[in-house]
């Protein structure tokens, strides 16, 4: 295949997350779900990837791939770990990323909220609870203060969607009832009516958790352009590519209207929407279709088609009416030949996209390499790197050098095209 030229201006890169591969954070309301009984967490994150200390290996690993980007969350537990009381330390850590990026020419794409929030904020009754708003902006401005200015763009959200999305996939009863216990432990171990978490969530709360994290976007957005007007911020959501079979119309337009669209409305007064794609769903009059025959199945049960990127894309622009950024896409799978084979026709229908008039700033890849992957701890893989999960070693996969080559492709046609 032989992939056309992007535009001149477009961030290549990859993104992780803080509490999937830093390791120990001990202060979050995750860490916390994970180490109660009984646990939706199949296994505790631990040391993660002891991304932590090892953020400037990693940085390595992301210029070396020939990126331009690097998308990365911070941690509010580690900078608030305590209610008021701001960690100098972690400040210093995240700036030391902000500043590494540079060094290797990457531009620093940060995440202010990647599910994770403190546990004194979840004690609270996380986004339910009436000043979440203002706390979250609060952390949001004492983050740009110290180096929102060396930033490139800002999410606010990663997947505030993902319950409402999960809730449409058909999980058994049992998945329900573990997650309401789960919560119910926490608040028993907390000491609190109703301990919350933004991941951790039940459909009592989703209208709750989602009028808290709307007023909560809009008041981070805010304090970020408060600092910095010019600065692109938005919010990163789930997106499957939802396509209807003959008759399917309604249940297909059924799951928009519940998991996607008060968030691309949302972002129609932002600068970007972020989308987060991984499948392509087909509906029928009776609900979601099974995946075709002869299909390659991911981790998750459905299928791998590279064709799911561009149809995201187009429907979060069609809806917002903003340009889009593909914070992420990869596939969850121990192959990594599908892993490998997927990019670049990938690529090529975001590009079809594109030359349809969608605008599209940049491609992160998900992810750097594999991590905790939440309820499913380490058990799914979606990194284009290999970690030895006792010496944390990383080994680069075939993925991350198809990747590479053909960001150097396009990154080499750049001078040619000016």
Same mark, same amino acid.
């Given at each position: ?40 967490? &199949? ?44 960690? +100098? ?62 930033? @490139? ?5 990663? +997947? ?19 997650? $309401? ?10 000491? &609190? +009516? ?25 008041? *981070? ?6 600092? !910095? ?14 396509? *209807? ?30 989308? $987060?794609?991984? %499948? ?31 149809? @995201? ?14 914070? %992420? ?43 905790? +992957? ?36 396009? !990154?080499?046609? &750049?001078?040619?095209?000016?």
């Amino acid at each position: 295949m032989v992939l056309g030229n992007f535009p001149d201006q477009f961030f290549w890169g990859v993104a992780t997350a803080g509490h999937q591969s830093e390791g120990d954070n001990r202060d979050s309301d995750t860490w916390f779900l994970e180490n109660v009984t009984p646990t939706i967490f &199949v296994e505790p994150s631990g040391p993660a990837c002891d991304g932590y200390r090892r953020w400037s290996e990693d940085l390595d690993l992301v210029a070396g791939m020939g990126l331009n980007a690097y998308r990365f969350s911070v941690e509010w537990a580690r900078i608030e770990p305590a209610e008021g009381e701001f960690n +100098e330390e972690a400040l210093a850590h995240y700036e030391a990323i902000v500043d590494g990026c540079l060094e290797r020419g990457l531009a620093p794409l940060v995440t202010f909220s990647h599910f994770t929030s403190p546990h004194w904020f979840a004690k609270r009754g996380a986004w339910i609870d009436a000043e979440s708003s203002e706390l979250f902006a609060r952390f949001c401005g004492v983050v740009m203060d110290r180096f929102g200015d060396r930033i @490139a763009a800002a999410v606010t959200f990663n +997947e505030p969607n993902l319950p409402q999305m999960l809730a449409w996939a058909g999980l058994p009863d049992f998945i329900t009832a573990l997650t $309401q216990e789960t919560l119910d432990a926490a608040s028993a171990a907390a000491g &609190v +009516e109703a301990y919350r978490a933004g991941n951790v969530m039940v459909p009592a709360d989703f209208a709750g958790m989602q009028t808290g994290m709307t007023n909560a976007h809009l008041a *981070a957005k805010a304090a970020i352009k408060q600092r !910095r007007p010019e600065l692109p911020v938005g919010l990163s959501i789930a997106i499957s590519d939802d396509c *209807a079979a003959e008759g399917g119309e309604a249940a297909r337009d059924a799951k928009r209207a519940d998991v996607y669209d008060h968030w691309l409305r949302l972002a129609r007064e932002d600068d970007f929407i972020g989308v $987060q794609n991984y %499948e392509r769903l087909w509906f029928g009059p009776d609900g979601q279709l099974p995946p075709a025959a002869g299909s390659i199945i991911n981790e998750m049960g459905s299928a791998v088609d590279a064709a799911s990127l561009g149809g @995201a894309a187009r429907y979060a622009h069609a809806v917002s009416g903003v340009p889009v950024f593909v914070t %992420e896409h990869g596939a969850s799978t121990p192959d990594d030949a599908v892993r490998a084979a997927f990019i670049e026709p990938s690529l090529a229908g975001l590009l079809e996209a594109i030359s349809d008039g969608v605008p599209v700033l940049g491609y992160c890849h998900w992810t750097l390499m594999d991590n905790f +992957e939440w309820v499913f701890g380490y058990g799914h893989q979606l990194g284009l790197h290999s970690v030895d999960r006792t010496t944390f070693e990383r080994t680069a996969k075939p993925s991350a050098g198809v990747y590479g080559a053909i960001v150097a492709a396009q !990154r080499a046609a &750049v001078p040619a095209r000016a």
